[in-house]
């Protein structure tokens, strides 16, 4: 069987995704440009959304 891994990188995506939202919160928290801060905190937040979406229709792939 051989499997598919396509899953492996998309997460793999979302995680650098991730870690660049968050060195970008922690950027503009340092600068103080607040509205930024919000802008990557909820866009890192709506990653673990997607990540849980993408691992559970890979998961199921036969």
Known sequence: MK???YGVIFLSLVLLA???FTQQVVNAFFYEQYVKVLVFAVLN???FP???W???KERNVD
Request: proline share 0%; glycine share 0%.
């Open 45 to 47: 937040i709506l990653m």
């Open 50 to 52: 997607l990540a849980f």
């Open 18 to 20: 991730c870690i660049v």
């Open 3 to 5: 499997r598919s891994y």
């Open 54 to 56: 993408i691992y559970r």
